[in-house]
């Protein structure tokens, strides 16, 4: 069953379409979330060109998204990041059978609503892109295509899935190859969700009240995620993953899935890469599998890692906290 904590059931995204005497719908929690629950297990491949689409599909991504530039190029060229160009996406979407999603800006409505239009598969309201609306994120029950968001730590997960985010990806910083705040913030998730459940298991409704001002979000949704223990939607891995070992960490430490993009196209064995990336996170509970992924690679043919501690951009802090 599919969580629906926070759910808006008359949101403006809802669709509703006659079919003979019945009625259909689109764009319901249920369907969004359902979609993201679809890719559970799975890599998500950041791309630029069909060429890389192919590879990914080739190597058993569930989807791609598709960028301008890859975050790794992004953080290089510096300037205005900007969604991708949309011949380059249907050229996309009709050169590969699985889902294809794509970046907008922060904040910025009409990049999404364009995505939207060109019937992209999920949009990702992304740091990597540079923010249109330094203030506010996209009210994403407005649309029918389904949203993931980044976040740090528990309290900006549930902000974006109060504001319709139907996929959350933890954050790390992307385009370093270095998988350490990727780590850092899944863990951040996890101890807040501990204690979160611990406190709904002792019955303490007051303390619950208090975490949810603290958390700056509605009640309801605390309590619901409380229950459940774990974030109501899927919540993938993001950010410096560039090994078959790192993306097996990341699921055992509760990811449902992983995003990577740099690490697999910034190296010299994207081919090789993607296919033992693939391999780890479906096996990742198999220590055996993942040695046989990781001897696909050669560290030497890696991306060049990144310290993340001396970085003048931190992607993973731009947008909206609120």
């Given at each position: 069953m599919i969580p629906l904590s926070g759910d808006i059931a008359n949101a403006k995204?809802?669709?509703?379409?006659?079919?003979?005497?019945?009625?259909?719908?689109?764009?319901?929690?249920?369907?969004?979330?359902?979609?993201?629950?679809?890719?559970?297990?799975?890599?998500?491949m950041d791309v630029t060109t069909v060429e890389q689409a192919q590879i990914a599909e080739d190597a058993g991504a569930v989807a791609v998204m598709v960028l301008d530039k890859l975050p790794a190029d992004v953080?290089?060229?510096?300037?205005?990041?900007?969604?991708?160009?949309?011949?380059?996406?249907?050229?996309?979407?009709?050169?590969?059978?699985?889902?294809?999603?794509?970046?907008?800006?922060?904040?910025?409505?009409?990049?999404?609503?364009?995505?939207?239009?060109?019937?992209?598969?999920?949009?990702?309201?992304s740091e990597v892109l540079t923010p249109a609306d330094e203030f506010h994120h996209i009210w994403k029950w407005d649309f029918t295509t389904p949203f993931v968001n980044g976040a740090r730590n528990l309290g900006e997960a549930l902000r974006r899935i109060e504001e319709g985010a139907a996929m959350i990806r933890t954050k790390g910083e992307p385009g370093t190859g270095n998988v350490a705040e990727a780590v850092l913030h899944i863990k951040?998730?996890?101890?807040?969700?501990?204690?979160?459940?611990?406190?709904?298991?002792?019955?303490?409704?007051?303390?619950l009240v208090s975490l949810a001002r603290e958390l700056k979000v509605s009640f309801s949704l605390v309590e619901e995620t409380a229950a459940l223990g774990r974030l109501p939607v899927?919540?993938?891995?993001?950010?410096?993953?560039?090994?078959?070992?790192?993306?097996?960490?990341?699921?055992?430490?509760?990811?449902?899935?992983?995003?990577?993009?740099?690490?697999?196209?910034?190296?010299?064995d994207a081919k090789e890469r993607a296919q033992a990336v693939?391999?780890?996170?479906?096996?990742?509970?198999?220590?055996?599998?993942?040695?046989?992924?990781?001897?696909?690679?050669?560290?030497?043919?890696?991306?060049?890692?990144?310290?993340?501690?001396?970085?003048?951009?931190r992607m993973q802090e731009r947008g909206s906290t609120a």
């Open positions: 995204g809802i669709l509703r379409d006659k079919v003979g005497p019945s009625e259909t719908k689109r764009g319901t929690s249920t369907l969004k979330r359902g979609f993201a629950h679809m890719l559970k297990n799975g890599v998500v953080r290089k060229a510096g300037g205005v990041a900007r969604t991708a160009s949309i011949r380059i996406i249907e050229e996309i979407m009709d050169s590969v059978t699985i889902p294809v999603m794509a970046k907008c800006r922060i904040g910025h409505v009409y990049e999404a609503k364009v995505l939207e239009t060109t019937d992209v598969d999920m949009i990702d309201e951040n998730v996890n101890t807040e969700l501990r204690r979160l459940k611990s406190i709904y298991d002792a019955g303490d409704e007051q303390d899927v919540n993938f891995a993001a950010g410096g993953i560039s090994t078959p070992a790192d993306a097996a960490y990341l699921m055992t430490l509760g990811c449902d899935g992983i995003f990577v993009g740099s690490g697999i196209f910034k190296s010299d693939v391999l780890a996170t479906t096996f990742w509970e198999d220590p055996e599998k993942v040695k046989e992924a990781q001897k696909m690679v050669d560290e030497r043919q890696s991306m060049l890692g990144l310290d993340t501690k001396n970085l003048e951009l």
